[in-house]
C-alpha cells in the first residue's frame, strides 16, 4: 500500500491538557491512505492519529509538553488495582441485577450515612487526600481560595462503612463532600451549571489514592474501596480473569461479550458516544458527522480479512452494548486510540477494564497509550501500567519511565525534557528527495523544481523538520 498524505502544516490549538488552554501549535497532516509500516514509523516520531489526520504537537512552544507512552507487554504485571477492577466485574456479572435494582430502588438522600459513621487513621489518610485534590479543583472558581477553605475546611468528611453489606456497595469508605464543594460553588454564585455528579466524578478523576485504595464516584458520592481488606483468592493475570469471567457467564445469566469490528457508524454506538461526550467531557456539539471524522474514519488498510489497521471493540453486556474501545493494530503492537462507555456504568472503572483487556490481547507487544502529560491527572493514569517507557522528542529513543525520568519530567510540564544521554542526532533529509503525487503519477521535487513556487519548496522543508528523512522518502505528498 501506497501511503499519500496532503500537508495542512503548523497549526494553532488550545492546550487541551490544563487549565491554562493557552495556544500551543501541532503540525497536521491528512493521510489519504497509510500503510501500517509508516504508522509505525509515524508513532515512534511522536504523531498521534484522529480520524484521517495525523498531528504531531509542536514542542518548540507549548504549554504542556507531551511524550508518547508505550508499555511493554510481555513484561506487563498487574498491580492490585487492577486485579480489583478485574474482581469488581466479576462481582457485578453475579450480583449486577440485584445490585442495579437496589440502586434505583434507593434514593441517595434515604442513605443512613450516620448509622455507619465511624472514624479511623484511614478515614484521615484519605480525608487528607481529599482536602488537597478539593483545593486544587476550586482553585480556578474561586476568588479568594483562603477564605474557601476556610469555609469548607471543617465540613469534610470521610466515612467509615461497618456493615459488610453497604460495604460491597458503597466502599470501605464513603464521603458526601462532593455535595458540600457544588453547594458552595453555587452559593458563591461561581458555577450554577454545576452539578453535584460532575463534580463528585471530576473530583475522582483528580484525586491520587495509594496503590491498594480504589475510588469511584455514585450519585455525587465518593465511595473509596480498601483492597487491602479483599481475599486474594481470585486470579492475577489477565488473561486467566478472562477466562474465569467466561467461566463465570456460563453460570451466571449475565453475559458478557467482546466482538471486533471495523470502525463503523451504527446507530446503537452512536448514541453510547453521544452520551458519553455529553456527560463526561461536557461537550454538546456531537454529531454523526464529528464521530465519523474522529473515530470511524480510518487511512489505515481495512481489507475485511485482515488483522490489522483500525477496529472498534464492542463490549456487551447481555446483549447491551456498553462500551466501544478504538484500537489500531500494527503488526505486533497496538495503539489504543479511543474508549467511550455509557455513562451509567462508570462504577464498573470501564476504561481500566478494557485497557487491561487491550493489553492481555496485545500479548506480547507494544501497547501505545497515547501521550503522557506531566501534572495532568486525566493522564496519569498512563504511568501506572509497568514498565512502560517515554519518547524521548529530542534523540527519537525510548527511555524506560523509571520514578527518576518521571520527577524529571513533571518538574516542568512546559519544558522540553532530554530523557537519555544520546547524542541528538542532527537529521539531515533533502527536499529533492521527497515524492509529489499528481494524479498522473508520482515525481521526485528534484526533477518538478522548477515548476514549484518557492513558498511550497518552504512547505516542505517544514514537512522534513516533522516527518525526517527516512519518512519522506516513503509518504508521497499530495499537491491538489
Ligand atoms: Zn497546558
Redesign the pocket.
Known amino acids: 500500500m501506497t501511503s499519500i498524505v496532503r500537508l495542512y502544516g503548523n497549526q494553532p490549538t488550545k492546550?487541551g491538557?490544563?487549565s491554562?488552554?493557552?495556544e500551543s501549535h501541532q503540525y497536521v497532516l491528512e493521510a489519504v491512505s497509510l500503510s501500517i509500516e509508516d504508522y509505525q514509523l509515524l508513532l515512534d516520531r511522536g504523531w498521534r492519529r484522529s480520524g484521517m489526520h495525523l498531528y504531531q504537537p509542536n514542542r518548540q512552544n507549548i504549554?504542556?509538553v507531551p511524550y508518547t507512552i508505550r508499555l511493554n507487554t510481555a513484561l506487563f504485571v498487574p498491580t492490585k488495582a487492577d486485579k480489583r477492577v478485574l474482581r469488581k466485574l466479576e462481582t457485578y456479572l453475579v450480583q449486577g441485577d440485584k445490585k442495579r435494582k437496589r440502586s434505583q430502588d434507593q434514593n441517595q438522600d434515604e442513605r443512613p450515612l450516620k448509622k455507619v459513621a465511624l472514624v479511623d487513621s484511614r478515614c484521615e489518610e484519605i480525608k487528607e487526600l481529599l482536602k488537597n485534590t478539593i483545593w486544587t479543583y476550586i482553585t480556578p472558581f474561586v476568588d479568594d481560595l483562603n477564605k474557601a477553605k476556610e469555609a469548607l475546611d471543617g465540613k469534610i468528611c470521610v466515612l467509615r462503612e461497618k456493615s459488610a453489606k453497604v460495604k460491597l456497595e458503597r466502599g470501605n469508605y464513603t464521603s458526601p463532600f462532593a455535595h458540600v464543594v457544588c453547594a458552595y460553588l453555587k452559593k458563591q454564585g461561581k458555577s450554577q451549571n454545576v452539578d453535584v455528579d460532575t463534580v463528585a466524578k471530576d473530583l475522582c478523576r483528580l484525586i491520587t489514592l495509594p496503590e491498594n485504595l480504589t475510588i469511584t464516584a455514585t450519585k455525587g458520592f465518593l465511595n473509596v474501596y480498601d483492597m487491602t481488606s479483599v481475599s486474594e483468592s481470585t486470579p492475577s493475570l489477565p488473561e486467566k480473569a478472562e477466562e474465569k469471567t467466561q467461566d463465570a457467564e456460563k453460570q451466571q445469566k449475565r453475559e458478557w461479550h467482546l466482538e471486533t469490528i471495523r470502525p463503523t457508524n451504527t446507530p446503537e454506538i452512536y448514541e453510547i458516544y453521544k452520551a458519553y461526550q455529553e456527560h463526561v467531557h461536557n461537550d454538546t456539539a456531537v454529531t454523526p458527522a464529528s464521530f465519523e471524522s474522529f473515530l470511524v474514519a480510518t487511512p489505515l488498510p481495512t481489507k475485511p480479512a485482515s488483522t490489522q489497521g483500525s477496529f472498534f471493540q464492542l463490549y456487551r453486556l447481555d446483549n447491551e452494548l456498553i462500551a466501544v474501545g478504538v484500537i489500531d493494530i500494527i503488526g505486533k503492537n497496538w495503539s489504543s486510540v479511543y474508549f467511550f462507555y455509557k455513562p451509567e456504568y462508570s462504577h464498573l472503572q470501564l476504561g481500566t477494564y478494557s485497557a487491561l483487556r487491550e493489553i492481555a490481547r496485545c500479548n506480547g507487544g507494544y501497547y501505545y497509550m497515547g501521550y503522557y502529560i506531566a501534572n495532568c491527572i486525566k493522564m496519569q493514569y498512563k504511568a501506572r501500567f509497568t514498565p512502560s517507557e517515554l519518547l524521548c522528542p529530542m534523540t527519537l529513543q525510548f527511555v524506560p519511565l523509571t520514578k527518576q525520568i518521571q520527577a524529571l519530567v513533571d518538574a516542568d510540564?512546559s519544558k522540553v525534557v532530554q530523557l537519555n544521554a544520546e547524542e541528538v542526532a542532527q537529521e539531515k533529509g533533502d527536499v529533492d528527495d521527497i515524492i509529489l503525487h499528481y494524479p498522473q503519477g508520482a515525481i521526485r521535487v528534484k526533477d518538478a523544481k522548477s515548476s514549484l513556487h518557492p513558498a511550497i519548496l518552504t512547505h516542505l522543508e517544514d514537512f522534513i523538520k516533522v516527518a525526517g528523512p527516512e519518512l519522506i522518502q516513503r509518504l508521497r505528498v499530495q499537491m491538489f
Open positions: 492546550c491538557y490544563c491554562e488552554k493557552k504549554c504542556c510540564a
